[in-house]
């Protein structure tokens, strides 16, 4: 199966932006891998901030973002606050109704 | 309310099986595709499997292929998962979730140890 990517970690100061990547090993990413992106702490089910690329589930603040930039899949956090410090995961929509997730991203919100 | 409510995980020995099942509300359940999603004890995501909505395709990671099957009945709204030849890796809790809209139920733990 395909490897997806992500930055094993990353840190923003608050109140900063801070963009994290999905991609894929040996391709690009395109709005037809359907992104989603989760949010989770510890303990916790993830919760859904974005899918279809770019559409912010409900209730989700608008300063949490998806897009595609140049050959990945990205999420900007726009004002980051320290309850944003979490696990992200990207997954993957590939061919033959296969779903693909990343390794996760650590968000240190310092 | 819309709500994913998992149940049916447990200790279970190596090479037993295991049935989860997810009860879903809230929503018209036969006009979504489902998927199990699972997380070994400090790891990542792992999707397992998914259904489309009358049941007619599904899909399996390689990891689960051959040993788990996935179902649905939408005349009771609900989504199963049949665990055979269970493996101390596949040790984890197990989310179904609705990809499309971003619903997740809160889990269920499977251990597969002796």
């Known amino acids: 199966q395909p490897v997806v990517t992500q930055e094993p970690s990353f840190s923003v100061s608050p109140g900063g932006t801070v963009t994290l990547t999905c991609g894929l090993i040996s391709d690009s990413v395109s709005t037809n891998h359907y ?3 989760y949010q989770q702490t510890p303990g916790q089910a993830p ?11 409900s209730g989700v603040p608008a300063r949490f973002s998806g897009s595609i930039l140049g050959n990945k899949a990205a999420l900007t956090i726009t004002g980051a ?29 310092l | 309310e819309v709500q994913l409510v998992e149940s049916g995980g447990g200790l279970v020995q190596p ?9 879903v509300s809230g929503f018209t359940f036969n006009t979504y595709w489902m998927t199990w999603v699972r997380q070994a004890p400090g790891k990542g995501l792992e999707w397992v499997a998914n259904i489309n909505e009358d049941g007619s395709e599904n ?25 055979n030849s269970l493996r101390a890796e596949d040790t984890s809790v197990y989310y179904c979730a609705r990809f499309r809209g971003g619903l997740w139920g809160q889990g269920t733990l499977v251990i597969v140890s002796s």
């Open chain 1, 35 to 37: 992104t989603s992106w």
């Open chain 1, 47 to 57: 919760r859904t901030l974005i899918y279809d690329t770019n559409i912010r589930s």
């Open chain 1, 81 to 109: 606050q320290a309850d944003d410090e979490s696990d992200y995961h990207c997954v993957l929509r590939m061919g033959g109704g296969i779903w693909v997730f990343g390794g996760g991203t650590r968000l240190t919100v």
């Open chain 2, 15 to 23: 090479g037993g099986s295991l049935r989860l099942s997810c009860a």
């Open chain 2, 59 to 83: 899909y399996y990671a390689d990891s689960v292929k051959g040993r788990f099957t996935i179902s649905r009945d939408n005349a009771k709204n609900s989504l199963y998962l049949q665990m």
